[in-house]
């Protein structure tokens, strides 16, 4: 019973404890702004309250041991901390830590992501500042100082996802660009984690991507946005790159009807689920959700 819209959500299995995200003031029950944890087997609010001031949190994540939940969006302080766009909150007492990468006024973070040995954290969204230097739309920031690294790809439009592969040597970005370091990237593409200089994978969307997803195996990034080609092929809203080479593989749902959102994969990994403003998959009628196997296919 949110009273508004949620457009992040951060599970902590041991606590049984669902972190939610968005436009709302009311939530479980509770007034809770922006931000609150609710009891996966009641669905109401906990006590945790960072009492977030601003306007709304689009994307949130735990660290390693669920100890610490960053947030990101267009917010401007966490109970009596200042913390412009993005902060880290303990899981426990629901306070903002020390780490303070701010970016600077009028910006949003719209998604962030966790190196794999949990040193660094990818942000990505319309800033020109962050961790005290100027960067373009994306940003490393050391996980204890909150200072940005020297990695600096230099984006020329907003990034609205991004992922790590499994060893964290790449991350793969996407979002409303068309130049990284000055070179051609339409809407995707993968960075080294190290350099920040972009790879020669290039899948090409026609138009901006609202999320991607690495698949559990990692030879599998499927994309979901506003594109109809990528890669030259026609591919509705949704589709499924290699990996490694960036090439366009034969996955096709043919979404229609809307742009496609978020991305997930089943515990077993035989679907994917899909979610966004489409009206058919494949022929078939999904009204904003669909279940789509490894062939491309809506299941029932």
Known sequence: ?????????????????????????????????????????????????????????????????????????????????????????DTETGLANSWNPSTELGSLIYDLALSPDGSKVYMGGSFLTAGGQNRNHIAAIDAKTGIATGWDPNINGTVLSLTTNQDGSLIYVGGNFTLINNETRNNVAAINSETGEITSWDPNADEHLHNLAISPDGLTIYIAGGFEQVGGDVRHHLAAVDAATGSVKDWNPNAHGGHAYTLAFS??????????????????????????DRSGVATS
């Open 1 to 89: 019973q949110a009273d508004g819209t949620v457009l992040a959500l951060a599970l902590n299995p041991q606590e049984s404890t669902l972190y939610v995200g968005g436009h709302f003031t009311l939530i479980g029950g509770e007034n809770r702004n922006y931000l609150a944890a609710v009891n996966t087997g009641t669905g109401e609010a906990t006590p945790w309250n960072p009492e977030l001031g601003g306007d709304y949190v689009a994307t949130l994540l735990l660290n390693q041991d669920g100890s610490t939940l960053y947030a990101g969006g267009g917010f401007l302080q966490v109970g009596n901390a200042v913390r412009i766009n993005v902060a880290a909150i």
């Open 267 to 292: 515990s077993g990994s035989a679907e994917i689920y899909a979610g966004g403003e489409f009206t058919s998959v494949g022929g078939q009628m999904r009204k904003n959700i669909a279940a789509i």
